[in-house]
């Protein structure tokens, strides 16, 4: 990517570039593959879960080949320590003193494979370096790269082996989404391609990191009116007064929304957030922070999961939408 200053025209370029670059190893998903680019550009995180064998590391892998950066990918288990992940002191014999070698969180794009199988200490691992992107160890503060993304794929919890996510932990991941089976046609297309090659080998990076850096600084820029901040606050206040809902959407999933919904008003290239830019993302980014009512779920025949995307598609029909949004 050049020097030159980001305009409309060349966001949508690298941003094509870089859908079309993911799109080649992910058959038939392109709101999955839209939804990883705006976490990236909304200096957000991406927490994918579905069952197991569905693509969701080979997502996280394909946006990290798309992109000239450092990549490191962690595989949570059981016996996982939190040095693992941010780092820890060793103590060198020869200049007695302790120095901090770096964890595997110390990258541009880190993959967090299958992260509700450690245990919740480690777990809690990601929470500073996720909202401060930083890692504080013995009292010293080691700022990380930027950009910085995390993409976490998680099992169901009905999962042998699994650990629910705190609370705290989900609501540091901008979005969740689900990646589901492909269709009939995706999974032949699949098996004739992917027999003898991976599609991942061929992959080449497409923008580099200082372009992700001003391509996340230009998104920044996007216009919000104050109608439209409105009605987002509007939505998240209705998820914490609902009689359905025992723990409703943060002030930090509000202002998350705000900025998931700038990257997609400018991949659709508008320089300007509509109502409709809110709307499309309210449930990827409130669903996976809200907790139902007891047995709200369970008296409409519901798993928690239906009972909360029902809530929200309520809500978001509901608030009432500004009509002068520029």
């Known amino acids: 990517m050049s020097d030159a200053p980001i305009t409309a025209e060349s966001f949508a370029r690298s941003t094509d570039a870089v859908l079309a670059s993911v799109s080649r190893v992910i058959d038939g998903k392109p709101a999955a593959v839209r939804a990883a680019l705006v976490c990236l550009l909304a200096e957000g995180h991406l927490l994918i879960e579905d069952v197991p064998g569905v693509g969701k590391t080979m997502l996280a892998r394909a946006l990290a080949a798309s992109v000239d950066a450092t990549v490191r990918r962690i595989q949570f288990t059981p016996d996982l320590l939190p040095g693992d ?38 777990q809690s691992a990601l929470l500073e370096a996720m909202e401060e992107r930083q890692v504080t160890v013995d009292g010293t503060s080691h700022p990380l790269d930027e950009p910085f ?36 046609t995706s999974e032949a297309l699949m098996l004739r391609q992917r027999d003898v090659v991976n599609p ?25 009116s104050p109608a439209v901040e409105e009605y987002a606050v509007g939505v998240a206040r209705a998820t914490r007064e609902h009689p359905d809902v025992r723990l409703g959407a943060s002030p930090r999933a509000t202002l998350q929304l705000i900025r998931a919904a700038k990257v997609w008003a400018a991949l659709d290239g508008r320089e300007f957030v509509i109502p409709d830019d809110v709307a499309n993302l309210v449930e990827p980014v409130f669903a996976h922070r809200m907790i139902t009512a007891r047995g709200a779920a369970t008296a409409r025949g519901r798993s928690n999961a239906d009972a909360i995307a029902a809530v929200l598609r309520g809500i978001v029909g509901s608030v009432r939408v500004p009509l002068a949004t520029r």
């Not at 998680?154 to 609501?171: C, F, I, K, S």
Request: proline share 7%.
């Open 200 to 224: 991942l080998d061929d992959l080449v990076p497409v923008v580099d990191a200082a372009g992700v850096r001003a391509l996340i600084a230009w998104a920044r820029s996007i216009h919000v």
């Open 149 to 184: 993304l995390v993409v976490a794929t998680q099992n169901p919890l009905e999962m042998e082996g699994t650990y629910a996510l705190p609370e705290a932990q989900r609501d540091r991941f901008m979005m969740r989404i689900s990646m589901g089976y492909p269709d009939a």
């Open 85 to 122: 992940v941010t780092g820890v002191s060793v103590y060198n014999p020869v200049d007695r003193e302790f120095e901090f070698k770096p964890g595997a969180i110390f990258a541009h794009i880190v993959i967090a494979d299958e992260i509700n199988r450690s245990s919740p200490k480690t």
